[in-house]
């Protein structure tokens, strides 16, 4: 059942705080924020995106940090400040031209569950909300801001029989 929902998937939208990052958030004095990327998400994103899928990021909160990550990676949707996730979700489709079928999301806490019964495929990263990953179609062994984003890609792009092709640059294989 899993591996069918992977299969369809043409969007991969991501809550940032706890799933991108680890959900810390470290002030500064003058008033700036520094959040940790983990690089293995980043590579994860990249490869999930030369396999023709579209990546999004909906954040709650507003940051620059994301919005630096988001240019770097190329994402296709980033959207932060986000007061109301689920109606923001039927925009991005729209823009995608796909169905909630084709969507994952992946979340961590219970802000995140209404989007999360709205997509085809709900993914809780390990570290999430009790309630959170009961209701998820399938929960990361990584927590949130540790490749748990990495494996998701990895588990899409294989279940779509693209892992191979993509990582055949790496291996010396053509």
Known sequence: MIEEKLQQIRVLLL???GVLTSGRILYFAGGDEA?????????????????GIRVGLISGRKSAAVDRRAAELGIDYCHTGVKDKQAL???????????????AFVGDDLVDLAIMERV?????????HEIVRQHADMVTTRPGGYGAVREVCERILSAKGLW?????????RT
């Not at 959040?35 to 994103?45: E, M, W, Y």
């Open 120 to 128: 085809g495929l709900s993914v809780a990263v390990a570290d999430a």
């Open 89 to 103: 979700l039927a925009s991005i489709l729209s823009q995608a031209g796909c169905n909630p079928a084709q969507t």
């Open 35 to 51: 959040k940790t990327f983990d690089v293995k998400d980043g590579l994860g994103i990249r490869m999930v995106r030369e396999g």
């Open 15 to 17: 809550d940032v705080d």
């Open 164 to 172: 191979e092709p993509i990582i055949s640059r790496w291996l010396n």
